[in-house]
């Protein structure tokens, strides 16, 4: 998807392992989200970042940290993974509050065994 | 409390006839909608919003929807279902500062 990237694509880990996922964007938006979709859930939202350094947790936030020390970049972190981790990540971004839609990554295939 | 149900898991159509995907909303304030579309192992695209300006809503692809304040309803149709329609499609509200509510999801098969 033009303008935003997620690596890795798919990653396979162990329970227990940390894991990063990262979300670059060069359309210059305030605003990045993390995203996880599963079977009969929709998407729910993680967390998501207004700014630099500035984060905030969203409905499924427990289990997960984030960081944004650039204003391209949003990384998400799990810290210990579990199996009920394994899903497909994805990262958003916008250029105000959603107001005028979302830009979706392509998403982040990750099971945790 | 606040929600969207897409009242279909799937719907099957033929190529070349209409396509009907439902949505209602649940929601205090008189929210923005979204409808997005997924194809396999493919990030969401946006296909149309509504933003509280014409209540008829043109997207891309041939798609439009409807708001209906009195039915809090959002549906999307289009008038004739190609094979690369095939795809989930998502109804999000957004109602208010960064509370955005997902559908649970609309399968849609398109048969030649």
């Known amino acids: 998807d033009a303008g935003i990237t997620q690596s890795p694509r798919h990653k396979v880990t162990e329970t227990g392992t940390p894991v990063t996922l990262r979300c670059h964007q060069t359309e210059n938006h305030r605003y990045m989200y993390w995203y996880r979709q599963d079977p009969g859930h929709g998407l729910r939202l993680i967390h998501y970042?207004?700014?630099?350094?500035?984060?905030d947790k969203g409905e499924v936030s427990d289990g997960y940290s984030v960081s944004r020390s650039k204003t391209e970049d949003f990384l998400l972190t799990l810290e210990s993974a579990t199996s009920s981790q394994t899903s497909v990540y994805f990262c958003?971004?916008?250029?105000?509050?959603?107001?005028?839609?979302?830009?979706f990554g392509s998403g982040t295939r990750l099971t945790v065994v | 409390a606040q929600s969207v149900t897409q009242l279909d898991s799937h719907v099957s159509v033929s190529e070349g006839t209409p396509v009907l995907l439902r949505c209602n909303y649940s929601?205090?304030?008189?929210?923005?909608l979204f409808w997005y579309v997924q194809h396999p192992n493919k990030g969401l695209q946006l296909l149309l919003k509504y933003t509280s300006a014409a209540t008829l809503v043109k997207g891309i692809n041939g798609f439009e929807a409807e708001f209906k304040k009195s039915e809090t309803s959002f549906h999307l149709t289009k008038p004739s279902a190609h094979m690369s329609d095939a795809a989930e499609y998502f109804c999000v509200a957004l109602t208010g500062g960064f509370k955005t509510i997902f559908g649970a999801g609309t399968r849609l098969f398109v048969k030649a």
């Open positions: 958003a971004i916008s250029e105000s509050a959603a107001n005028y839609g979302y830009t």
């Open positions: 929601s205090s304030y008189s929210p923005s």
């Open positions: 970042s207004y700014g630099v350094k500035d984060t």
